[in-house]
């Protein structure tokens, strides 16, 4: 099974890598593209897709989940995520030759792991390692070269990119969760962090203005853009500032 799977990710990646369509990445040199969303007709239908999932579905259950769970235990479970986002994290840190990332991201790992009993409480915080955005394999493609392609609004999945959903595959292969074997275990895991994500997400709606397809698409291409960069780019929203904190 171990040499299956690994057979599966070097095909992928091989397949990434030798993929016309997505070429070299644009801020890597090439001229950035007039048009990253060629494809508006079927993004827009799967997003209304997505959003009526959204609204009749998750969003009243991420409230719910808000309302009923004691903000110290949310904090908490959130913790116990980022804990394990901070695997693959390390890894892409290692993949993209950012040596100094993922020994950050070891180290948070170990010590949240140990002394913040699994991840619960974030004590790296307070030993000089605070909590930074993790690296994910998407972006590891685009250190390497590979365009970001066009937009692209997967189902169920939301907004991603041809190089983020190429991309996908390989994050679920390097999250810890998914070596899970007890499959009630796995899928109640699952879900609790989509719920836990989806929940964190409820404040920022009401910064959407305008169309609401447009703003997410925007807002999302110049956070991954602001991602791969380590946030050395330019704010497209505010002039010829260039970003100093998370979207």
Known sequence: MRIQKGFMLSAIVIGILSNPALGQDPALGQEEEKNPDPWQGYNRAMFKFNDTIDRWFLKPVAKGYRA?????????????????GEVPSTLNGVLQGNVKGAAHDTGRFLVNSTLGIGGLFDVAKHMKLPADDHEDFGQTLAVWGVGQGNYLVLPFLGPSTLRDGFAKPIDWYTDPTTYIEHDRTRWTITGLSLIDMRASLLPLEENITGDKYTFIRDVYLDRR???IHNGEV???????EEFEGEL
Do not use: H, Q
């Open 68 to 84: 009923i769970t004691p903000n110290a235990l949310e904090r908490g479970i959130s913790n116990i995520f980022s804990n394990i």
């Open 234 to 240: 330019e704010d497209t929203f505010g002039g010829d």
């Open 225 to 227: 853009n602001y991602l």
